[in-house]
């Protein structure tokens, strides 16, 4: 609202994998929208990053070069952001940039949004805080709304160099998404579920859903859209944890497709190393043991700590300060059951147990006893 009345201002918005990002930058379109705004959007993929100006072609295409007052920009400039595939003068390109955006914002605000901006070539973030930067000397109402995510490792510099500029040079907000608290999330599962009435059951059901989702917006609520559907399975889901059972026992209903293919999707991005760590930490209880993995992938425990730390970076599994653990138990439960045949988990687990038998401490003991509850095995302590 504040560009509207008179930016430029930029908005920066991180978070994880399903904290949020798109939906908000939704809403922010359509706040700009009933303002009166000529919006542009651009989502980059993957393989835009290697094309240099893919999401500046992307946002030109997508109504900047057709909206009103466009044609009062300089041909010149224009002719250099319709050749945007082959110049190579970012100093040209965000001066052009900066005009035709001056001329819409004279007729109507602009609104600019590029999700998933970490996969956005370099050049066009360049050129787009450049010229942001210059739009400053006039009152031009301009909002540009970038999301990313949080701590990407691949992220380009001109990310980072726009991250740090916002709040400076440019005004306007970076707005990090956590996950939600237990006492968030437990009023979104009880505003969603108008089927759990009894107060034991409401309070059993907001710390299930907060155990397998570790907060995770979408997880919730593609979780709560499974049981509205399984209403079949929501006494089995309140029986929890089960009789003889641990705080972990898995749910008893199928997780959503829709959290299955976006969890699946996530893991499709990692390298053949990294997807074999995490199906070793998958095949058994949220904490994990490094020595264990290792053992499981044949890598190196230094090799397993790396692929770790990746992991770590790319929010599948967290660090509490002394050691690794799976971030969202359904994460764990998706990676076991659509990432590795049946068979070839099982025969994991069993490999675990043995392993895990020549152990003698209380913890090893424990996970031992969890495993044989996994797979339903009779093997000897």
């Not at 007729?107 to 739009?135: R, T, W, Y």
């Not at 190196?300 to 660090?319: C, N």
């Not at 988990?345 to 003991?365: G, K, M, V």
């Amino acid at each position: 609202e504040a560009g509207l009345r008179g930016g430029p201002r930029t908005l920066l918005v991180t978070g994880d994998p399903g904290a949020g990002r798109t939906r908000l930058l939704v809403e922010c379109g359509e706040r700009l929208a009933l303002g009166g705004a000529v919006l542009a959007s651009a989502r980059p993929l993957e393989s835009d990053r290697d094309s240099p100006w893919s999401t500046l072609r992307a946002l030109l295409r997508g109504g900047l070069l057709r909206a009103p007052g466009s044609a009062a920009v300089d041909p010149g400039l224009l002719a250099a952001l319709g050749d945007a595939a082959t110049r190579g003068d970012a100093a040209e390109m965000a001066t052009a940039l900066a005009a035709l955006l001056r001329a819409i914002a004279d007729e109507q605000p602009v609104g600019i949004s590029v999700d998933d901006g970490h996969f956005a070539d370099g050049p066009s973030l360049g050129a787009l805080e450049v010229a942001l930067g210059e739009l400053r000397r006039s009152p031009s109402p301009v909002v540009l709304v970038v999301t990313a995510l949080h701590g990407w490792d691949g992220m380009p510099r001109e990310l980072v160099r726009l991250s740090a500029a916002v709040g400076r040079s440019l005004p306007g907000s970076a707005l990090r998404l956590e996950p939600f608290t237990e006492e968030e999330a437990r009023l979104l599962v009880l505003g969603s579920s108008p089927w759990c009435q009894a107060e034991a059951d409401r309070d059993r059901l907001a710390r299930r859903v907060f155990f397998e989702t570790a907060g995770n917006p979408f997880l919730i609520v593609t979780l709560l859209r499974g049981l509205e559907q399984a209403s079949a399975l929501r006494d089995e889901v309140l029986t929890w944890p089960p009789p003889r059972g641990t705080i972990e026992a898995p749910l008893p209903i199928a997780v959503p497709s829709l959290a299955r293919r976006a969890i699946m999707g996530r893991v499709a991005e990692l390298d053949r190393d990294t997807i074999r760590v995490l199906q070793g930490v998958s095949i058994g209880v949220s904490r994990i043991d490094v020595e264990l993995v290792a053992a499981l992938t044949g890598a190196s425990r230094d090799a397993v700590l790396e692929r770790l730390a990746l992991l770590e970076r790319r929010h599948f599994v967290t660090f509490d300060g002394e050691r690794y653990t799976i971030a969202a138990p359904l994460v764990a439960e998706v990676v076991s059951t659509e990432g590795l045949p049946p068979g070839e988990c099982r025969s994991l687990r069993i490999r675990a147990l043995d392993l895990l038998a020549t152990r003698q401490d209380p913890e090893s003991r424990l996970f031992r006893a969890q495993l044989l509850a996994l797979t339903g095995s009779h093997r000897a302590p």
